[in-house]
């Protein structure tokens, strides 16, 4: 990659080792994402040229460059952070864990005068065991702790150990904020999707740029706006910060360079309507709000409407995807089956030929939908269970 290098005001010494521990090797970085969406992660992060090398229940691990790392932050849509594997050793007691601790070159890995917090999790690990290990990790970076300046009002950065498979691993959370927070949107709605989450389904349920979209109950509209940027190719985390840009080796020319080239991509506008209706005027002003921040405000067509008024929508076909109201939300009727039936029976008249995509709260309502053969993915929202139903709706 070209990068014109400013002169860099790092110390020599200090340099060299950052060149040496961090810009030069490759590492081992893990992606962190809601259960059930694994699949599509990996998937995209091989889209982004970036080799998985393996994956378990939530986290896809890869391996890359510091740039690499960078770029997920920058371009992942599903993951929710990126964590940088710093140790990964047997568990031969914690006096081994504690010299491999202070072996670690913190200052080229995070530089000095930050506070940690420290989590540890692992099997048979008592709160007693785990205050234990997090004062290890602490007690190894205690004396660059200290030594100050520190970037200024830098959060505290967060650290990962993890023990498993008789392992210990430590990792760096790259991200700070969890990704799924872009910066377009106030959490003032009603059961919002996470972002990352309403990214996962529209991944799952097939969505192209190509063909249109509808959301007739969009809330804030998360599952819009997500589309939007999709079709227009804009990078997710483009208007937010991440952790490691406070870190001793940061690489500034290469940030900004990314930024560039993220934001000189970016297509003027969507091929394909991207349409929202919702029955409650502040749920349409939440997605026109939030799409404004996002930069997508003049790609969405959203109305005040009732989804059980729609007429059948002609034109070409494309994907229509339902997150409901569920559980206590859910007044329109004494029975969820009963919901559930009207709304795959509207959803058949109004969009024959469509593929729909439909969020249920459980495995049975699925059936009630009745929306010929179709698929499910089960997935994680706010800690729950949600399942996800894809169909192509049968033509007239
Ligand atoms: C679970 S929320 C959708 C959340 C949305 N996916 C988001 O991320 O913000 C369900 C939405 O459906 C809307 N709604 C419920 N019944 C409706 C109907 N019959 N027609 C249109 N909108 C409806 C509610 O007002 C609410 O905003």
């Given at each position: 990659m070209l990068v014109s290098q400013?002169?860099?005001?790092?110390a020599k010494p200090l340099l060299r080792r950052i060149k040496r521990h961090v810009w030069a090797p490759t590492h081992t970085f893990v992606a962190a994402t809601g259960r059930g969406a694994e699949g599509v992660l990996g998937e995209e992060l091989s889209a982004l040229g970036?080799?998985?090398a393996s994956a378990e229940p939530g986290a896809v691990e890869f391996e890359g460059r510091l740039t690499d790392l960078y770029r997920c932050n920058l371009?992942?849509?599903?993951?929710?952070r990126i964590w940088w594997r710093l140790l990964d050793c047997r568990d031969r007691g914690s006096g081994h864990l504690a010299s491999r601790l202070a072996e670690l070159p913190w200052e080229a890995l995070l530089g000095p005068g930050f506070d940690l917090e420290v989590s540890v999790t692992g099997p048979g690990l008592d709160q007693a065991a785990r205050q234990r290990l997090a004062a290890l990790v602490q007690k190894s970076y205690a004396a660059l702790r200290g030594a100050g300046p520190g970037?200024?009002?830098?959060?505290p950065q967060r650290l990962l150990l993890r023990r498993a498979e008789r392992r210990w691993r430590l990792g760096l959370d790259s991200?700070?904020?969890?990704?799924?927070?872009?910066?377009?949107?106030?959490?003032?709605?009603?059961?919002p999707l996470r972002e990352t989450l309403g990214a996962a389904v529209l991944t799952l349920a097939g969505y192209g740029p190509l063909r249109p979209l509808w959301d007739p109950?969009?809330?804030?509209?998360t599952l819009l706006i997500e589309a939007a940027q999709v079709a227009r190719d804009?990078?997710?985390?483009?208007g937010r910060a991440f952790?490691?840009?406070?870190?001793?080796?940061?690489?500034e020319a290469t940030w900004r360079h990314l930024i560039k080239r993220a934001g000189d991509r970016?297509?003027?506008?969507?091929p394909a309507p991207i349409v929202g209706l919702d029955r409650h005027p502040a749920a349409v002003r939440a997605t026109q709000d939030n799409a404004r921040r996002a930069g997508v405000a003049a790609d969405l067509r959203v109305g005040r409407g009732d989804f059980f008024d729609l007429e059948p929508i002609g034109g070409p076909p494309g994907l229509v995807v339902v997150n409901p109201p569920y559980g206590q939300?859910?007044?329109?009727?004494?029975s969820p089956a009963g919901f559930y039936g009207l709304l795959g029976r509207h959803l058949r008249r109004c969009f024959p030929g469509w593929r729909a995509a439909v969020l249920v709260p459980a495995l049975e309502l699925a059936g009630a939908?009745?929306?010929?053969s179709a698929a499910s993915h089960v997935l994680k929202s706010g800690g729950r269970r949600i399942f996800l139903v894809t169909a192509d709706l049968d033509r007239d």
């Open positions: 400013a002169v860099d005001s790092r970036l080799v998985a371009e992942s849509r599903l993951a929710e970037p200024t009002e830098a959060p991200s700070g904020e969890r990704l799924h927070r872009r910066g377009y949107r106030l959490d003032a709605a009603r059961a109950m969009c809330g804030s509209g804009m990078a997710p985390g483009r952790a490691f840009q406070t870190w001793a080796n940061f690489r970016v297509r003027p506008a969507c939300r859910l007044r329109l009727t004494k939908l009745a929306l010929g």
